[in-house]
C-alpha cells in the first residue's frame, strides 16, 4: 500500500513495483507500508531512476615506439535537475528490461553490498564497483577512469590481394600485371580482466597528437578476442607484379606472382598477408617450393624497421566446369 502524505490517500500498487511519472521531489511524498511488517527479515527496496544513466568510452592511443595505452571512461549522466548522492555504486551492463519501458540501457545501481564474488546477476554483468561516495550534480556529466589493467592490444598491418584474370587477355599466352597497395590497420583487443560494455572507441597517434578513427567496440565477455581494421598506412606498401600464362588447350591459367613488402617505420612491425581468388574462379596456391597451400595463401611475419622482404608464389586457375 502506498500513501500519500499530503493528501493522506492511500493507493494499492504492484507488490514489486512503484511507478512514478515525473520524477521524485527532494522531500518524501510516499510512505510505503509493508503488512503484515516482516520484522526479522532485512528488506531492500530498489528504484529505477530514467533521468540517470551511464555510458562507456575508449580511447586507444599509439606512440611513435610502438608501445600503446588503452583508456577506460565512465560516464554517469544525470539529465535531471536534482542532485544524487551514492555511497557504494555498482556499474551494470546487459541486457536490462523494464517492465514499464521500452528501451534497453545501461543501469547505475546503488547498494550495500561490496564484494563481488557473492553476486548473482543471472546475465547481466558487473562492469565497476565503485566503493566511494559519489555526488552527481544536476544535469551534469561525471566521468571516472575504470583500471582495467589485463587488456592487452597488438597492432598488425594487413592486406588481402584478390587474383583476378583480366576480362581481355593479349593474343599471346603470357600477360603481365602490376600494382601497389597500402596496408590496412588491424587491432587485436584480448581482453583477459571483465566484461567490457559497448562503447565508443576514438584512436589517437600520440606521436603527432592526431586522431586517427573511430568505431564503436561491441560487448567483450572476460576472455574474448576482438579484432578489427581502421584506416590505411602509409608507411607499409605492397608492390607486386604477376605473370600470366595460358594454356589455351586445357582453358587454365598458371599465374606467378612476386612479391615486395617494404616498411618505413622506424620500429618493426607485424605484417599479414592474405591472397584469395575471386568468388568465380577455382584457384591452388603454391609456394616458391611448388609445396601446395590450398585454396588460399596465408603469409605471417615481423618486419624490421627500415627493411624490406620479397617472396613469389604461384596460382593456378583450374578450367571453369561447364
Known amino acids: 500500500v502506498v500513501r500519500e502524505i499530503e493528501t493522506g490517500r492511500y493507493i494499492r500498487v504492484q507488490s514489486d513495483l512503484i511507478e512514478y511519472s515525473h520524477e521524485p521531489q527532494s522531500s518524501s511524498i510516499y510512505e510505503v507500508s509493508f503488512h503484515p511488517f516482516p520484522s526479522a527479515i532485512p528488506l531492500t527496496v530498489t528504484y529505477v531512476v ?6 562507456t568510452r575508449y580511447i586507444l592511443r599509439t606512440f611513435a615506439d ?20 551514492f555511497n557504494v555504486t555498482h556499474l551494470m551492463a546487459g541486457e536490462i528490461s523494464l517492465a514499464f519501458g521500452s528501451s534497453k540501457s545501461s543501469s547505475l545501481v546503488a547498494t550495500t553490498i561490496s564484494s563481488k564474488n557473492n553476486m548473482d546477476y543471472s546475465g547481466i554483468h558487473l562492469f565497476s564497483l565503485i566503493n566511494k561516495s559519489l555526488t552527481i550534480e544536476p544535469n551534469s556529466i561525471l566521468t571516472l577512469p575504470i583500471i582495467l589493467p589485463q587488456i592487452q592490444i597488438k597492432i598488425s598491418y594487413v592486406h588481402t590481394l584478390i587474383m583476378t584474370i583480366p576480362s581481355i587477355i593479349s593474343n599471346s599466352d603470357t600477360t603481365i600485371l602490376s600494382g601497389k597497395h597500402k596496408f590496412q590497420r588491424l587491432y587485436q583487443i584480448s581482453n583477459s580482466s571483465s566484461f567490457l560494455p559497448t562503447g565508443h572507441l576514438l584512436l589517437y597517434d600520440s606521436s603527432v597528437n592526431v586522431l586517427t578513427g573511430e568505431c564503436n567496440l561491441p560487448a567483450l565477455a572476460e576472455s574474448e578476442k576482438y579484432e578489427f581494421e581502421l584506416g590505411q598506412d602509409s608507411d607499409i606498401m605492397l608492390v607486386y607484379n604477376r605473370t600470366l600464362t595460358t594454356n589455351r588447350a586445357t582453358n587454365s591459367t598458371l ?5 615486395l613488402v617494404q616498411n618505413y617505420k622506424k620500429r618493426k612491425v607485424n605484417i599479414r598477408l592474405k591472397s584469395i581468388c575471386q568468388l568465380s574462379m577455382t584457384c591452388v ?23 624490406e622482404v620479397a617472396f613469389t608464389f604461384s596460382t593456378i586457375r583450374m578450367a571453369q566446369q561447364n
Open 66 to 85: 610502438g608501445r600503446n595505452q588503452f583508456q577506460v571512461l565512465a560516464d554517469i549522466i544525470n539529465s535531471s535537475p536534482f542532485s544524487y548522492h
Open 255 to 259: 599465374v606467378t606472382t612476386n612479391v
Open 50 to 55: 530514467n533521468s540517470l544513466r551511464w555510458t
Open 285 to 307: 596456391f603454391y609456394d616458391n617450393k611448388g609445396r601446395t597451400l590450398g585454396p588460399r595463401l596465408r603469409y605471417e611475419l615481423v618486419l624490421q624497421a627500415k627493411s
